[in-house]
């Protein structure tokens, strides 16, 4: 007889879309951005490179051929720059004039699902949003649409047929893999080695991990592993009491999702979470309510086990990958849905979703109210305590969102990610690390992309305000700044999204993102007010 949590398991996962056949509709073929060109010169640059370097500038950057061909310093600040050392542009060359403005490498976004039919998101909302905020880089954790319609969208992308990031496309541990039936009845070491070499023929580049039987993850990891392939893993709460982030990174699990799995391997005086006794893993509520009091059942801050712990990971090159904004409505549900820009951005068929449920995947607001948020609060005390010293002790952290649930909108959850990364401690040049170089070494693609080093692609972020001085002029809708004459602006917002030398419109992908929601709610004379509500 199959393990009885294996069929739960998989279960919650067809609940949640998780193994659906369904799949969104496909990104248009790209009509948006300039380029690419034999060669681009962007001139007038304040560099801000990914590495930890201080920002630089003014800078000239040369692509040739969708490769920085040179960056060269052009003069000092607030000093006319000397035409005679900029390098010159050449015949069908481009020259964009970026001067005070900030040059970032594009984004990577390592925990993006690509939308859904139950969120009714097309590929090219979800899309557009993600370039907008000057994502040129995702990791699809094994979505609902399968893997070979994420493949076909990979290579389009790859080919610039569409707009879109580039895209790292893992699979679903146990997922179909031919379009019929799943295999998420894998419970025996040798079956797990075979889906793993039939997802390595397919062309996945990694395993997305919910847990499993010890001897299935043992055996699927180390095959994986063989194979050259990365992995993830949410580790579920059905299998943390015999497997959790310690016997993961053991068997060559790269990196770890969210946080689950990790309290757990820093028990001291337990050995299961202290679950209430009437606790149900199917309702969410039970679900996620009680997860928010799980750092403060392991060990305290600094202590040994804890110590431990995050040295042995440390030690095993492995990657955490927070996704701390997804979780962010549990400590302030308000706030995040009320959010300014889900007015304008967010589909009302996404906003269905997110709204109190008893079967939509992150819709557990049965009853959300001020213990559970309190708790949560201090959740993130210790969560961010953890994260912040795995990164000073030399542990890679990085930037994932894992939007489309919980109030946490493409895109826009991004720049949400980097400021709760500063909020644990970051320094703002070490998020920024976070969110390009170290999700570039994480996806084993540090050697194309992740900073602005010559030889690399041509993939960059350029916004008119200093980032480093406040991370809200990342989002789409910018920040508010008082000006000299007592008038209130939005400022910032991405000015130039720029991947494989192709030049987009930031704003312009968001008014198209705009178009898309308009229509959307023409057609059901739909505004967003409250949860299950239609206007």
Known sequence: MKDLKTKVFLLACLLFGLHTNAQIEKAPPRSEGEGPWSQLIIRGVTVIDGTLSPPIGPIDIVVENNRIASIQVVGFPGMDINPDRRPKLKPGGKELNAEGMYLLPGFVDTHAHIGGTTQGTPAEYVFKLWMAHGITTICDPGSGNGIDWVLDQKKKSEKNEITAPRIKAYTWFGSSLNGEKGRGDITTPEAAREWVRENAKKGADGIKFGGGLPEVMQAALEENKKLGLRSKTHHAQLYVGRWNVLNSARAGLTSMEHWYGLPEAMFDDRTVQNYSLDYNYQNEQDRFGEAGQLWAQAAKPYSKKWNEVMNELISLDFTISPTMVIYEANRDLQRARRAEWHEMYTLPSLWDFYAPSRQSHGSYWHFWGTEQEIAWKENYKLWMTFLNEYKNRGGRVTVGTDAGFIYQLYGFAYPREMELLREAGFHPLEVIKAATLNGAEALGMDSEIGTIKVGKLADFVIVEENPLENLKVLYGTGAIKLQEDNTVARVGG?????????????????????????????????????????G
């Open 494 to 534: 991405v000015k130039y999204t720029i991947k494989d030398g192709i030049i987009y419109d930031a704003k312009q992908l968001l008014e198209d993102v705009k178009k898309i929601v308009d229509e959307a709610k023409a057609k059901g004379n739909y505004k967003i007010l409250q949860p299950g509500m239609k």
